[in-house]
């Protein structure tokens, strides 16, 4: 069992910038890749970012290349999602996950777990 909780979300002007934490706890973490998604109100929940275990392979949805980077420290049991130069359409429920799999993760199905989310609230 991996346990996952995510927090700094907030309330941010357009342009602003904020940084998303996962933590974990169980299983090794530094065995399982993760991720991170969203879901905004009315919308379906879409990829946002992955990174592999050894933090080596990391790959971004289009609409945050450039802007959002995906990181993780292993000592500390904690990912990290650092978001840049944010959009109002970036406004959404953002959600850590993990998965033994990195294709897993990265394809967003059948991923074995999930944090309850964090809001991030971006106003033009």
């Known amino acids: 069992q991996v346990q996952l909780v995510e927090s700094g979300g907030g309330l941010v002007q357009a342009g602003g910038s904020l940084r998303l934490s996962c933590a974990a706890s169980?299983?090794?973490?530094?065995?399982?890749?993760m991720g991170w998604f969203r879901q905004a109100p009315g919308k379906e929940r879409e990829f946002v970012a992955a990174i592999s275990w050894t933090g080596s392979n990391t790959d971004y949805a289009d609409s945050v290349k450039g802007r959002f980077t995906i990181s993780r420290d292993n000592a500390k049991n904690t990912m990290y999602l650092q978001m840049n130069s944010l959009k109002p359409e970036d406004t959404a429920v953002y959600y850590c996950s993990a998965d033994g799999s990195y294709r897993t993760v990265r394809a967003g199905y059948g991923i074995d777990y999930w944090g309850k989310g964090t809001l991030v609230t971006v106003s033009s």
């Open positions: 169980g299983r090794t973490f530094s065995s399982i890749a």
